[in-house]
């Protein structure tokens, strides 16, 4: 059962699986290095010269901390639209839908309101409108599958294309600026309602967004009766029926959060980088979001450290390909191989027989896990 | 009892497969780039700092470098660049979004390499990226593929500039009409924006000015990189018996090989597609980048800058100015056609053959122009155009 996290453990367990907990993803990570580091020596370029420009270009200094946290904010909350229903045991992987309604909602709400009212208030209100939009966007697929037996995930895969081609249709015609001729897009929003950077940098308020979605996500699942309800209807759904527990009412509202979440990264994309809508919205921060959920093991606190390796990661794309002459897949190839070895890293749990208590209990603890 | 690899969908050996695939992946890298490593830029060339009359320039992708399409276009007018005028160093990044990204991307070309000027060229750079960055770096100069700016709007320090690419597609046109027998053509479309809309109609009038019978199907995909839709649209069009067929998309890859596997003739756009097509490849609108980003960069290094005034903030030109060319005949085509080909591109050049020209009408019925009425290919109302002429089947919306 993947649903006791690292960090129950952390807090719960005897010094040497909290150690084991730290050590294996740190491990992971140091494996992957090395392994890319083949990587880069195939291609031509010195590995230890590459290392040390990721490291630079990623958190070398307070402008690259920025450039990565910039790229991490988005993540943040779309990874929560995977992370909430996988306690409940769906697989939901509509975040880029979510992030398009979400946008979308944010766009409308704030090309009615934006000049009318403060801007504070506007952006309020563009907030909700994304939370409502990309909520009953991904509760949509909650439904599907609690009423109808609709599997979540091909279902919500499929609202991905039809959010995109909704978004698509209304930028291209009623709502098209035609002053932007080349590319459609919607007219752009008030400038009193844009989201502004947070003091002294150029990280914009999506990245607080991002953090107070994972602490609230966080207290929901762990620490409310309403967590509990959901990680035990995950655990065994026939149990917790036979338990009394509205299934029913807590998918649909963990879904509506879930889509609340990438909802709000759309919103957060539209206020703060674009200030239109348009097809830039696609950029894939929903399927990133997937994958961060995986990777975190669907922990929301979790989630948060794996988007800042992400965005670390990403960060660090253009300096590969800029001062070492690697190709612009390089990126993604060492992507993919830190998240495998990650994912890998989970198999060696009870393995090490350092990290085991001496006491019985402790072995039990695993399997139960 | 579920082990946790197992929870998550992988198995041992889907791992293991995963790492086999990254490291293969590593291998055929090295071997697809081989050639384009040079050992002059590595370690921290970056951090070394320049030499002092080095000018650094960036070039910034919103796809891979070797599309053969658009992003190729830029790529090869940048190599160009380099190699045709010393003194300039190129930093180049590939596979950039358009979003905070291509913002990140400027900043770090500007304050790690030293970059004075930067050619972000995908068209959504512009705003609000480019825009936001000018502001900030003001002594960058900050060169955008699009026609964008507007004087007095826009930073002082932000140019742009665009080709009339519709003019080589008139001559590829002609030889299309001319190669084609039943002047049945067609021309895969990404979206029903002016310039595609444009590209078709020269190209239709083109075609026709040989054919008069001569049509033009249109199949829009809806994106700019479509493949799966460039592939149907391109079978159905041999199907229904096309002869000849061209493309506005980002990669015209798909295209060009799909209709070379049937058996179809092809007119290539953005780049040289002929070694994607080496029997059916008649002809190509091209970027003629190479010549525009020499002659920048000789400026440059010259000194002239956007912001002093010596450098215009709109560059324009058509087949006249080598904004465009069209690519070499392929060996399909015949003397008759290259001789048809050759002349109309020498008319365009000379401004004795103008393209939008009366009497004109839409395929709906809707007069363009009347008799004695022309537009040249700098009239600004060519690029708000939002009909098909005469001759085109398919609708704009």
Redo the contacts between chains.
Sequence with gaps: ??STTAWRRFAQRPLRESLESIALPIGAVLAALV?FG??CA?????PL?VY??IY??AFGSW?AWQ?TL??ASPLMLTALCTALPARLGLVIIGNEGALVVGGLAAVLVGLGLGGTLPGGLVLLAMALGSLVAGGLWIMAAGALRHYRGVNETISSLLLNYIAIALM?HLV?GPLRDPA?????SSYEIDPSAWLGTLPDTRVHWGLIYGLVASALAYILIQRTTFGFAARTAGGNVRAARIAGLPVGKLTLAVCFLAGSCAGLAGMV?VAA???RL???IV??YGYAGILVA?VARHNPLATVLVSVLLGGI??A???L?????L????VL?FQ??VF?CV??S??L?GRFAFFQEREVEAEGAV?A? | MSDRNRAFGFSRRQVVRGLLASSAFGLTAKFGTGCAQSPSTGGDAAADGAAPEELVVGFIYVGPKDDYGYNQAHAEGAAAMVANVPGIRLVEEANVPETTAVAETMRSMIEIDGAKVLFPTSFGYFDPHILNMAKEFPDVQFLHAGGLYQEGVHPNNVGSYFGYIDEAQYVAGVVAGRMSKSGKLGFVAAKPIPQVLRNVNSFTLGARSVNPAATTQVIFTGEWAEPVKEAEATNSMADQGIEVITCHVDSPKVVIETAEKRGVYTSGYHADQSSLAPKGYLTGAEWDWSSIYTKLGQDFMAGKTLMAGDIPHILRGGLADNFCKLSPYGPAVTDEAKADGDAAAAGIKSGDLVIYKGPLKTNTGDEVLPADKEMKTNNVELEKMDYFVEGVIGSVS
Excluded at chain 1, 42 to 46: D, E, F, K, R, S
């Design positions: 059962m993947a392994i083949v990587f195939l291609a031509g370029a010195n010269a040390g420009s630079k270009a402008s450039n910039i790229r698509n291209q932007f001729v080349s590319k459609p994309e980088v674009q200030k348009n097809e830039s950029s894939n995986f990403l960060a794309g253009g300096i390909q800029r001062s070492h002459n190709p612009d897949a390089t190839v993919g191989i495998l994912l890998y989970e198999s749990y399997v896990g």
